[in-house]
């Protein structure tokens, strides 16, 4: 299959999710996305980077029916709330806790959380009470650590994951979501460069629902970014929740196949919460495998 077998229980339980994803958004009927070039080498450290995709990467998505889903509407409220810059303390407020609060409560409404919930309460992971399976969400998902030591907290798995943070000004950190992607270049932040793949064989399709890709953002270059494309932020939070509970160690890696996809899913651990997590497309439509 891959040069590294699948993970068939965590496969069997992605897939369950992935068919409970109603609110995964049809690509060429929702949104329309144009790959163009493929992208080259970039030097570590470098912000240089040729671009091979002259048009954005989102040629359409479909806004209104991102608001009318309830889950996607509150995540959309959270992508407002977060300083990108690491080493600047967060300040929340009110208000915004109780958003962190109201994202949980609705992806929790969703079957996908519901199934992935229940999976973790068989593997004795996560607690049966859901609102303490709640709190454990926000721990992992909100709870604000120190990324940067020279500052205070200014960083939690939410923010690196989905919304993306800048090191010292020099390095992009996270951004791993298609929504904050298709928005941050529609207001001119981010620039696609064009898609990563290993060879010809290995080109991605436009209704490929996970890519690699390569981009600049407010200037500063990420070589290689993995992100699911169109799928529900109760997907994401659910896959990468499982994830970073199965395992203890700092860096978990896995392969699975979802769909037509072969993956391997990365989580990095940051004490009780996310540090990182992001997947990288391995190929797809059985091709090279």
Known sequence: MSSRQANRELTEVLNQLWHLDTNRLKPGTDYRISLQGKAGYVAPGSNQARDRAHAPLFGYVNEEKLHNIETFAHFINLLDNYETSTGVSETVTSEELQENRLFIDAIMETEVMKCAHTYLVKKDQSPADPGQFKRQLYDIWFRL????????????????????????????????????????????????????????????????????????????????????????????????????LMS????????????????????????????????KLLSSNNRDL
């Open 248 to 279: 203890t160690e700092k860096m978990t890696s896995v392969v699975v196949k979802v769909d037509e996809y072969v993956l391997e899913l990365v989580v990095y651990r940051h004490g009780r919460s996310i540090g990182t997590s992001y997947p």
């Open 145 to 244: 650590y120190h990324r940067d030591r020279r500052g205070g907290e200014d960083s939690c798995g939410f923010e690196h994951v989905f919304v993306g943070e800048t090191k010292h000004g020099q390095e992009i950190m996270g951004l791993h979501n298609w929504v904050q992607f298709y928005l941050q270049e529609k207001h001119g932040h981010v620039d696609y460069k064009g898609y990563k793949a290993r060879d010809n064989k290995d080109s991605p399709d436009e209704d490929d629902h996970v890519l690699n890709l390569q981009f600049s953002w407010k200037g500063l270059v990420k070589p290689i970014g993995g992100s699911f494309i169109g799928v529900s932020p109760e997907f994401e939070v659910a896959l990468f929740t499982i994830i970073f």
